[in-house]
């Protein structure tokens, strides 16, 4: 722990046991993992040709991927002595993914050593190995954060279908509602932009063409053989699509449209984390407080919606990382620049802010408890929201000028239930629509805002 608290960015400081869900999938080491089993299956996939002369048999490809997938620590620390030191008789790289190849020598028979890497530039790696990263990241770990803050609003939405609240449209009191409905309305839109995330996510697309995109080198060497259908067999049997027409760099479209997607489902938490604070502010929501914990160095009375606070600033923070980053690693000058490469180190950044954000929405969540006895107050000392109702019926019932008689009582004026009821009896209508509107309430005007709340379960 005291490590933390030198920690340069509170992402591995402070929220650090927040953000440790995505060591595995964001880290340089995990980086390291992914591309040293882009190198395995690629030299693996190159003894299945039978133009390549190298056989690998069933052990020595057990063995080859033994590297990847009991990649350890220790492991993740000779690579880097590869890159900056030099290991063993290997000189320092300077250079990542070289580094990587070296490593997988040291691993390996000699008779393997000239096929590592075979044809290859570090961005077919590159390319691979965050993409297999950024979808395990999204469908692991973000992903499921999501869908349980979807289940939190939904829970509390069938709980409060019937708890009666009144709406503010501009602010100002308007039609009734019920709480619950509220929170449907953003069940629904995370489930939405969830069932997007998740379409996204899969579809990620590789490519393995070279250092222009031409598979130049592949084809010198053996002309015979049809790359673009190798690369393709390769790329889908790592679990992503296939991009065939590229450059040196796979276009990052479809990170782009990952990166919007997050960015949009990191908005309706936002516009939930503010509703939220409105909502404790107003008093419609309590929240259950820790003893130990204090709201404020000076006040001891106050508990904060700090939860809410916290989430709104790390979603805003992840928002403005992932319109960059979808801004950035779109755009290339001619077949390839390297800028992109230190830009994608950052995109585990973006991510932990978006953990960090759905998290802390979610403490927030299950804390707050709606205040019914404020709610209900709020709703008699605004009897003016019926008016909508009361115009509606007269309306019904032939009334012309109903808005206008109804905006003469209710609009800039403190109007009181006796003062519909008075309305009522100077018209001319059957005692039937008379009962009928004097049956009005604000608390029971809230339409079908309880069916609306309790259809979020479907």
């Given at each position: 722990?005291?490590?933390?608290?030198?920690?340069?960015s509170?992402l591995?400081?402070?929220?650090?046991?927040?953000?440790a869900?995505?060591?595995?999938?964001?880290?340089?080491?995990?980086?390291?993992?992914?591309?040293?089993?882009?190198?395995?299956?690629?030299?693996?996939?190159?003894a299945?040709?039978?133009?390549?002369?190298?056989?690998?048999?069933?052990?020595?490809?057990?063995?080859?991927?033994?590297?990847?997938?009991?990649?350890?620590?220790?492991?993740?620390?000779?690579?880097?002595?590869?890159?900056?030191?030099?290991?063993?008789e290997?000189?320092?790289?300077?250079?990542?993914?070289?580094?990587?190849?070296y490593?997988?020598?040291?691993?390996?028979?000699?008779e393997?050593?000239?096929?590592?890497h075979?044809?290859?530039?570090?961005?077919?790696?590159?390319?691979?190995?965050?993409?297999?990263?950024?979808?395990?990241?999204?469908?692991?770990?973000?992903?499921?954060?999501?869908?349980?803050?979807?289940?939190?609003?939904?829970?509390?939405?069938?709980?409060?279908?019937?708890?009666?609240?009144?709406?503010?449209?501009?602010?100002?009191?308007?039609?009734?509602?019920?709480?619950?409905?509220?929170?449907?309305?953003?069940?629904?839109r995370?489930?939405?932009?969830?069932?997007?995330?998740?379409?996204?996510?899969?579809?990620?697309?590789?490519k393995?063409?070279?250092?222009?995109?031409?598979?130049?080198?592949?084809?010198?060497?053996?002309?015979?053989?049809?790359?673009?259908?190798?690369?393709?067999?390769?790329?889908?049997?790592?679990?992503?699509e296939?991009?065939?027409?590229?450059?040196?760099?796979?276009?990052?479209?479809?990170?782009?449209?990952?990166?919007?997607?997050?960015?949009?489902?990191?908005?309706?938490?936002?516009?939930?984390?503010?509703?939220?604070?409105?909502?404790i502010?107003?008093?419609?929501?309590?929240?259950?407080a820790?003893k130990?914990?204090?709201?404020?160095?000076?006040?001891?009375?106050?508990?904060n919606?700090?939860?809410?606070?916290?989430?709104?600033?790390?979603?805003?923070?992840?928002?403005?990382?992932?319109?960059?980053?979808?801004?950035?690693?779109?755009?290339?000058?001619?077949?390839?620049?390297?800028?992109?490469?230190?830009?994608?180190?950052?995109?585990?950044?973006?991510?932990?802010h978006?953990?960090?954000?759905?998290?802390?929405?979610?403490?927030?969540?299950?804390?707050?408890?709606?205040?019914?006895?404020?709610m209900s107050?709020?709703?008699?000392?605004?009897?003016?929201?019926?008016g909508?109702?009361?115009?509606?019926?007269?309306?019904?019932?032939?009334?012309?000028?109903?808005?206008?008689?109804?905006?003469?009582?209710?609009?800039?004026?403190?109007?009181?239930?006796?003062?519909?009821?008075e309305?009522?009896?100077?018209?001319?209508?059957?005692?039937?629509?008379?009962e009928?509107?004097?049956?009005?309430?604000?608390?029971?005007?809230?339409?079908?805002?309880?069916?609306?709340?309790?259809?979020?379960?479907?």
């Open positions: 722990m005291t490590d933390q608290l030198y920690a340069v509170p591995d400081g402070r929220y650090a046991s927040r953000t869900p995505l060591s595995p999938y964001v880290s340089e080491a995990a980086l390291m993992r992914a591309r040293l089993k882009v190198e395995v299956e690629y030299v693996i996939k190159l299945e040709l039978s133009e390549i002369p190298v056989e690998i048999s069933n052990d020595e490809q057990a063995a080859l991927r033994e590297t990847y997938e009991t990649f350890s620590e220790e492991d993740a620390k000779v690579i880097k002595q590869l890159e900056t030191d030099g290991y063993g290997y000189p320092a790289t300077n250079h990542d993914v070289k580094a990587i190849e490593y997988l020598q040291l691993q390996s028979n000699e393997i050593h000239p096929w590592i075979f044809g290859l530039t570090s961005e077919d790696v590159n390319n691979l190995a965050y993409r297999l990263l950024i979808k395990d990241a999204v469908q692991e770990v973000l992903l499921p954060e999501l869908s349980t803050r979807r289940e939190q609003l939904t829970e509390l939405a069938t709980k409060y279908s019937d708890t009666s609240m009144l709406a503010r449209t501009h602010g100002q009191p308007a039609t009734p509602t019920a709480f619950g409905k509220e929170m449907a309305v953003y069940a629904d995370l489930e939405k932009v969830i069932t997007e995330v998740a379409n996204t996510a899969e579809g990620l697309a590789g393995l063409g070279g250092a222009s995109g031409t598979y130049a080198a592949h084809d010198v060497a053996y002309e015979e053989i049809d790359w673009p259908v190798v690369a393709e067999e390769f790329v889908t049997e790592l679990g992503l296939f991009r065939g027409l590229t450059t040196q760099v796979n276009p990052c479209d479809d990170l782009a449209e990952l990166f919007d997607g997050l960015r949009r489902a990191n908005t309706v938490l936002i516009d939930l984390d503010r509703d939220m604070w409105l909502y502010s107003d008093k419609y929501l309590g929240q259950e820790a130990s914990e204090a709201g404020s160095s000076t006040m001891p009375h106050k508990v919606p700090i939860d809410f606070e916290n989430s709104e600033g790390n979603l805003s923070k992840a928002n403005s990382d992932l319109t960059f980053l979808a801004d950035y690693i779109t755009t290339s000058r001619l077949q390839r620049d390297l800028s992109d490469s230190t830009v994608k180190r950052n995109i585990g950044t973006a991510f932990a978006c953990l960090i954000g759905y998290s802390k929405a979610g403490d927030g969540l299950s804390k707050v408890v709606p205040n019914e006895v404020i107050k709020d709703l008699k000392e605004n009897p003016a929201v019926i909508e109702a009361v115009q509606t019926i007269l309306r019904r019932e032939g009334h012309d000028d109903a808005y206008e008689q109804v905006k003469e009582l209710t609009r800039g004026e403190d109007v009181t239930i006796e003062d519909f009821h309305l009522f009896a100077e018209l001319d209508l059957p005692d039937g629509i008379v009928e509107l004097q049956a009005l309430t604000p608390a029971s005007y809230t339409g079908v805002a309880d069916t609306l709340a309790e259809s979020v379960e479907d």
